[in-house]
């Protein structure tokens, strides 16, 4: 891959963002180093509610053009509710990051780690090893709609779902190229066109039309009711899965949820064009219940950057920082593991030992 630098905006945000973020960054930066690739870090303070307290918005009016021009953004979570309200919070935040860059593309892996409880009984690591794609912007998360005759007997409200063709296909084709990629070579679609007898048809016909492009793409397609009961009963048949951003929400945190605690788990927000910066982050949110107590698991923050080297094509590096994480869950130390994975460690001990066996390569 080139060796050009890449530019990655920072931003913490609130709760355990804050604290994990060191530890993602210190990760990244020590992957740099073993694997000689340069990256630039900028950190801002915006995006989380004590900027929101100071200037009574959660982002200055320039947000835009202050970070258009980084590759990647960095973000740990954002979310103070007894400060501010989530809606406030969050839509004057992360989803305009998502709309405004246009990150189409939600990716979600879903892994059972060596080390990690699973709350499915007989399954070992191996057995659950996947890729959620969720289509980011339309779909079923449309603004078109309304009420009527609001407060009276006759109250309607309607919400409309919109696929576009340029949505649909593209998500599709990330999904078909991301299966492409992998040795299995398979990629489920999650439909529901025996209930919703308009758009879903509509998806499973370019599903159809696209697999044309992809002839060696094992594709199989679920209604959403049975392919969540699969994710439990049957994890291990899964390889790539696709769905509209309603059915992709749904699954991107069950499928984590199958492997364990989602302290660990990360997700991308892509514009794979580049035309805009990609976010990287982890699943959970601001913990505020464990906030300040130096608690926080840092896995999924870091394997938000193992991500981020992934999608930059660093692939070497990317997978031996995620080796690094799972040679550290597999040794299993009390002392190293944090709390929510039934240890007695702390938010350092567990970030320290993963820099350093990253380091450890060098
Ligand atoms: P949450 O993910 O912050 O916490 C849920 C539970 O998991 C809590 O008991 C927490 O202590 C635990 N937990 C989460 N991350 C952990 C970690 N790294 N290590 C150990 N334990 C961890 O979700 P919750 O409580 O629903 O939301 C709190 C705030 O975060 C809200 O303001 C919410 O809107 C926001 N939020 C933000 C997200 C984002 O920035 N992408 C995503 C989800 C929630
Ligand atoms: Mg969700």
Same mark, same amino acid.
């Given at each position: ?20 973020m060191p530890w993602g960054v210190k990760c990244l930066q020590a992957t740099a180093k073993v694997f000689n690739i340069s990256i630039e870090f900028e950190h801002f303070d915006f995006a989380s509610c004590e900027y929101y307290q100071k200037h009574g918005d959660m982002m200055p009016a320039n947000w835009k053009e202050q970070l ?59 057995? +659950?090893?996947?890729? &959620? !794609?969720?289509? *980011?912007?339309? /779909?079923?998360?449309? #603004?078109?709609? $309304?009420?009527?005759?609001? @407060? ?84 291990? +048949?899964?390889?790539? &899965? !696709?769905?509209? *951003?309603?059915? /992709?929400?749904?699954? #991107?945190?069950? $499928?984590?949820?199958?492997? @364990? ?102």
């Amino acid at each position: 891959m080139s060796s050009k630098t890449l530019r990655v905006a920072v931003i913490p945000g609130d709760g355990i963002g804050t604290e994990v973020m060191p530890w993602g960054v210190k990760c990244l930066q020590a992957t740099a180093k073993v694997f000689n690739i340069s990256i630039e870090f900028e950190h801002f303070d915006f995006a989380s509610c004590e900027y929101y307290q100071k200037h009574g918005d959660m982002m200055p009016a320039n947000w835009k053009e202050q970070l258009i021009g980084f590759d990647a953004i960095y973000f740990g979570a954002v979310g103070m509710p007894n400060l501010v309200p989530d809606d406030v919070s969050l839509w004057g935040s992360l989803l305009k990051f998502r709309r405004e860059f246009d990150q189409y593309v939600n990716l979600r892996p879903c892994r059972l780690m060596p080390g990690v409880k699973c709350p499915l009984a007989g399954k070992k690591p191996g057995d +659950i090893d996947f890729w &959620i !794609v969720r289509e *980011n912007t339309e /779909g079923e998360y449309s #603004s078109i709609g $309304g009420k009527m005759f609001e @407060g009276t007997d006759r109250e309607v409200v309607i919400q409309e779902t919109v696929m576009s063709r340029v949505g649909v296909d593209r998500i599709l084709r990330y999904a078909f190229e991301l299966a492409k990629s992998r040795p299995r070579k398979r990629l489920t679609s999650a439909t529901k066109s025996n209930g919703i007898s308009i758009t879903m048809p509509y998806w499973d016909g370019r599903v159809s039309e696209m697999h044309k492009n992809y002839p060696e793409i094992n594709l199989d397609k679920y209604h959403i009711d049975i392919l969540t009961a699969h994710f439990v009963g049957r994890p291990e +048949i899964f390889d790539v &899965i !696709v769905g509209s *951003n309603l059915f /992709g929400d749904i699954l #991107s945190d069950l $499928g984590p949820a199958c492997t @364990g605690t989602i302290a660990i788990a990360p997700s991308a927000n892509i514009n794979p064009e580049g035309k805009f910066p990609s976010l990287f982050e982890p699943v959970h949110g601001s913990a505020p219940d464990i906030v300040g107590k130096n608690l926080a698991n840092p896995i999924g923050m870091i394997w938000a950057g193992q991500m981020l080297l992934q999608h930059f094509g660093h692939t070497e590096a990317a997978d031996a920082l995620l080796k690094a994480i799972e040679r550290i869950l597999e040794r299993s130390e009390a002392s190293v593991l944090t709390p929510d994975m039934g240890g007695m460690g702390t938010t350092q001990a567990l970030g320290e030992a993963i820099e350093r066996e990253i380091l450890s390569l060098a």
